[in-house]
T-cell receptor, first 111, second 114 residues
Framework: EDKVVQSPLSLVVHEGDTVTLNCSYE??????LLWYKQEKKAPTFLFML????IEKKSGRLSSILDKKELSSILNITATQTGDSAIYLC???????????FGQGTRLTINP | DGGITQSPKYLFRKEGQNVTLSCEQN?????MYWYRQDPGQGLRLIYY???????QKGDIAEGYSVSREKKESFPLTVTSAQKNPTAFYLC?????????????FGPGTRLTVL
């Protein structure tokens, strides 16, 4: 059974801190690893990582895929209160065009 | 304005009733998906459709039904057979232009069974 596991499930930090969110996957015919941010309702797309693009960066957010360890991390530096959200990780399956989601990490940034 | 719309935003249902959640997209995406999200949990796949007039069960399809008669529309019916339907329902779509795996989500429907 395909599975994606995120840790920690919940994290509370102070504004300005740097955080690292973890995602491990066991996905048959793995094709990609995606990160989403969910604030109130709709998850919004952050990054997609594949064999041909194992590192992505956008502003204070960056993500790395470790295909050997079957895992990925999402780093957020100089956190702001607007970074408070649930961060979802998902594995893409080759040939199936569907994603397997992890449980999410609820990140709270206190001023 | 391209995007995915879901209606209604909030829905209340009495036990024993079927209800239908609407999902429409104008992104010209071939694939569409329905997920369920419970408090403190990730997304679980209910049904998905890769092309018109075809759909597949996801991990938690029991008590749900779908149809895909048009490319733009993928309605989900929550039947009375679904024992615990109170949840947040998200619709998503994906297409070749965005990369097959990159799904874009609608704003969701919160269903409450009274």
């Amino acid at each position: 059974e395909d599975k994606v596991v995120q840790s920690p499930l919940s994290l509370v930090v102070h504004e300005g801190d740097t955080v690292t969110l973890n995602c491990s996957y066991e996905v048959t015919n793995f094709r990609s690893l995606l990160w989403y941010k969910q604030e109130k309702k709709a998850p919004t797309f952050l990054f997609m990582l594949t064999s041909s693009g194992i590192e992505k960066k956008s502003g204070r957010l960056s993500s790395i895929l470790d295909k050997k360890e079957l895992s990925s991390i999402l780093n957020i530096t100089a956190t702001q209160t607007g970074d408070s959200a649930i961060y979802l990780c998902a594995g893409g399956i080759q040939g199936a065009q569907k994603l397997v989601f992890g449980q999410g990490t609820r990140l709270t940034i206190n001023p | 304005d391209g995007g995915i719309t879901q209606s209604p935003k909030y829905l209340f249902r009495k036990e024993g009733q079927n209800v239908t959640l609407s999902c429409e997209q104008n992104l010209n995406h071939d694939a569409m998906y329905w997920y369920r999200q419970d408090p403190g949990q990730g997304l679980r796949l209910i049904y998905y459709s890769q092309i018109v007039n075809d759909f597949q069960k996801g991990d938690i399809a029991e008590g749900y039904s779908v149809s895909r008669e048009k490319k733009e529309s993928f309605p989900l019916t929550v039947t009375s057979a679904q024992k615990n339907p109170t949840a947040f329902y998200l619709c998503a779509s994906s297409g070749l232009a965005g990369g097959l795996d990159t799904q874009y989500f609608g704003p969701g429907t919160r269903l409450t069974v009274l």
